[in-house]
């Protein structure tokens, strides 16, 4: 299994720690993050429409670990958003190597006011060094950026794009943001 992205666990850090709350790996896949996160002490629900690998790792942690990661296996490609538990908290998302433009708010709708979001997927030009080439699967210059500054409920801690050599070339965009409480907000402009 590959290691963690440099990017998760330079903000891993920034979720929120409740007792109630999730961090939700979203489109899983083997589950480095998922693993990661539980090593960092977070109680991790992993999504994914193949499961099997992330399973297979699971089986094999240590009880400790094993517990922190409940899997859940959803097609996150139907037309509608498929629903997740609500009897817990999203405290953070984080999102790697997936992208699907037509569920992008609702995946930020389920976080938490305080949640962390830790995206990074391939952009635009990415094609020259690899998979995914296909335009549906790269976003275009400062398409990340774009998405959360349309919204009012996040702020964005970091944002890059560009070309990363390691852990293989690649063409990325990535953004760490947080939501915001809107309520609270709206009340601070009040006073």
């Given at each position: 299994?590959?290691?963690?992205?440099?990017?998760?666990?330079?903000?891993?850090?920034?979720?929120?720690?409740?007792?109630?709350?999730?961090?939700?790996?979203?489109?899983?896949?083997?589950?480095?993050?998922?693993?990661?996160?539980?090593?960092?002490?977070?109680?991790?629900?992993?999504?994914?429409?193949?499961?099997?690998?992330?399973?297979?790792?699971?089986?094999?942690?240590?009880?400790?670990?094993?517990?922190?990661?409940?899997?859940?296996?959803?097609?996150?490609?139907?037309?509608?958003?498929?629903?997740?538990?609500?009897?817990y908290f999203i405290d953070g998302i984080i999102v790697t190597n997936y992208?699907?433009?037509?569920?992008?708010?609702?995946?930020?709708?389920?976080?938490?006011?305080?949640?962390?979001?830790?995206?990074?997927?391939?952009?635009?030009?990415?094609?020259?060094?690899?998979?995914?080439?296909?335009?549906?699967?790269?976003?275009?210059?400062?398409?990340?950026?774009q998405y959360i500054q349309s919204r009012n409920d996040f702020s964005v801690?970091?944002?890059?794009?560009?070309?990363?050599?390691?852990?293989?070339?690649?063409?990325?965009?990535?953004?760490?943001?947080?939501?915001?409480?809107?309520?609270?907000?709206?009340?601070?402009?009040?006073?």
């Amino acid at each position: 299994m590959s290691p963690p992205s440099d990017w998760v666990q330079r903000f891993i850090h920034l979720i929120p720690r409740r007792e109630e709350g999730r961090v939700l790996d979203l489109a899983c896949g083997s589950g480095r993050h998922s693993l990661y996160a539980a090593q960092q002490g977070y109680q991790v629900l992993a999504v994914d429409l193949r499961t099997g690998p992330l399973l297979e790792l699971q089986e094999n942690l240590p009880l400790d670990l094993k517990n922190r990661i409940e899997v859940m296996e959803l097609d996150l490609e139907q037309p509608e958003f498929p629903a997740l538990k609500k009897d817990y908290f999203i405290d953070g998302i984080i999102v790697t190597n997936y992208l699907n433009r037509p569920h992008f708010h609702q995946v930020l709708d389920l976080l938490a006011p305080g949640g962390i979001l830790i995206y990074e997927t391939f952009a635009v030009g990415n094609e020259r060094f690899g998979k995914p080439s296909n335009p549906a699967f790269l976003l275009q210059k400062d398409e990340l950026w774009q998405y959360i500054q349309s919204r009012n409920d996040f702020s964005v801690v970091s944002f890059e794009q560009g070309y990363l050599e390691v852990p293989k070339p690649a063409m990325i965009q990535r953004i760490c943001a947080v939501k915001q409480n809107i309520i609270g907000l709206q009340l601070q402009h009040e006073y």
